[in-house]
């Protein structure tokens, strides 16, 4: 729905600046909607488990979420992890997606006017579903993967202040799926620094990155980034 609605703005631009004179070709417009990118709408961060992000955090934006359950998981079952704002309309904000949620999993996103995890999971209540209250987002999404079976997904959702650490502890779980066995993060570190070397003092974080063409980490402060 984001992507949809958002297009047809552009379009309508487009169409108006082309009647003023610019020269937009047809081959202009394709060429920017297939490159085109909108990290934290109904983003799919993982496959395995399947883990959505979406930053929406206002009745609007929960409509536009509803919309895309409907379409692109119909009938599956969805842990929730969900965090927001205490000034926020999130009851309204929640009645319009709990009815596609199987579980929620609440956490605090990392910003002072957050809704302690333990109030809004209190508040969710209402809705009869199991909720699990966490006291990081990392710890949230550690759990929201366990409780969640493989046919399932996971949709978080409610506030773009927890949307950066998720995808640090994704990638973090993604790094560790492909350590060899028997081979320590240290180990790892070095061989990838072999076909791409990067010194971690140019960097003040770094999770995934590629250097010429090839995939690399980072260690940063001890820790394998």
Known sequence: M???MALAVVLAVVETLTQKGWNISRQNIYDGIRDVYWPGRFEIVSKDPLFIIDGGHNPQCMESLAENIR????????????GVMADKDYMDMFSMVAPYI??????????????PAAELAKALEIFGKPTTVCETVEEGVRTAITQTPQEEAVVAFGSLYM???????????????????????????EY???????????????????????????????VLK
């Open 2 to 4: 984001y992507w949809f």
């Open 71 to 82: 379409s692109y998981l119909p009938g599956r079952g969805l842990t929730a992890l969900v």
């Open 102 to 115: 199987t579980r929620f999993v609440t956490v605090t996103p990392d910003n002072p006017r957050a809704l």
């Open 163 to 189: 949307l950066g650490t998720i995808r640090e502890e994704m990638a973090q779980a993604e790094l560790k799926k492909t350590i060899p066995a028997g081979m320590t993060k240290a180990d790892y570190a």
């Open 192 to 222: 990838k620094f072999n076909s791409a070397l990067i010194e971690e003092d140019d960097f003040d974080m770094l999770i995934m990155g590629r250097t010429q063409g090839k995939g690399c980490y980072c260690y940063v402060n001890g």
